[in-house]
């Protein structure tokens, strides 16, 4: 997954500040929805993450933020929980999550699917290889809308 120059920036700023407190960075995303523009951080630790470790990351990289001023244009800035429903993007997100349920919606359909919910079988060289059903698929994740963690109860 390629990072933006802005969502580069943020991330180096952030990655030092999450492992102060004992947290990681999942992902960075800086978006325009309607009129404004978004910066999203979403971070992980073992255990969950907390109102107060989202409080702690806001207040430190607001901070940041303004003393190095990295984005021109003015934004919303957004620090949450990667989530239970997490969206895999990296290579170690899927290698993290190998024998796991995931939710997946294509693009297109293949197969005559387009949204399913598979196991996690691999990753290697951009393609996600699951076992649907018991049966073996090898998706392109250029195909692929989102891949996140199903929520299985």
Known sequence: MA????????????????????LSVWDIEFLKEGKNNVLRVY??????????DCEAVSVALSA????????????SLEVSSAGLDRQLK????????????????LYGPIDGLKDFTAELVAFENETVFLNYEGKAMEIPLSKAASVRLAVIF
Do not use: N, W
């Not at 940041?64 to 934004?75: V, W």
């Open 3 to 22: 990072y933006s120059k802005t969502e580069q920036l943020v991330l180096e700023m952030t990655e030092p500040i999450c492992a102060d407190l004992g």
């Open 43 to 52: 971070i992980d630790k073992e255990g969950g993450v907390g109102i107060d």
């Open 64 to 75: 940041k933020l303004d003393e190095k001023d990295p984005i021109p244009s003015a934004y």
């Open 90 to 105: 990296r290579p170690s997100d899927f290698a993290r999550y190998i024998g796991h349920q995931v939710d997946v919606k």
